[in-house]
């Protein structure tokens, strides 16, 4: 499965697009099933003009790390996460 939104950036025209999931049962792996929900999702951000797509991954994720360079994705080097708990 996959779950993305698209998000439209303060003062500016344009939109980016959030990847936020993307699953593949274990049982179904190594089967490109990853690979084409991505491409899917590139050509719905060409379709609406989306120049940008995000996803955020673990560093010991190395089958996600492998993907998202395979499509041609570059790592964020200068970015750090912050995640907040809700009170």
């Known amino acids: 499965g996959l ?3 698209e998000l439209m950036l ?3 025209e344009r939109a980016d697009m959030f990847l ?3 699953a593949v049962k274990p049982e179904h792996r190594q089967h490109g099933i990853g ?3 991505m491409e899917e999702l590139k050509k ?3 379709d609406r ?3 940008r797509a995000f996803v955020m991954t673990e560093r010991f994720n190395i089958a996600a ?3 998202f360079k ?3 994705g570059q790592p964020e080097m200068d970015s750090i996460v912050f995640t907040f708990e809700a009170e």
């Open 65 to 67: 790390l492998e993907l």
């Open 20 to 22: 936020r999931d993307i």
């Open 35 to 37: 690979r084409m929900l």
């Open 3 to 5: 779950a993305a939104y």
């Open 70 to 72: 395979d499509l041609g």
């Open 49 to 51: 003009g989306i120049k």
């Open 44 to 46: 719905l951000c060409k």
């Open 10 to 12: 303060y003062k500016s």
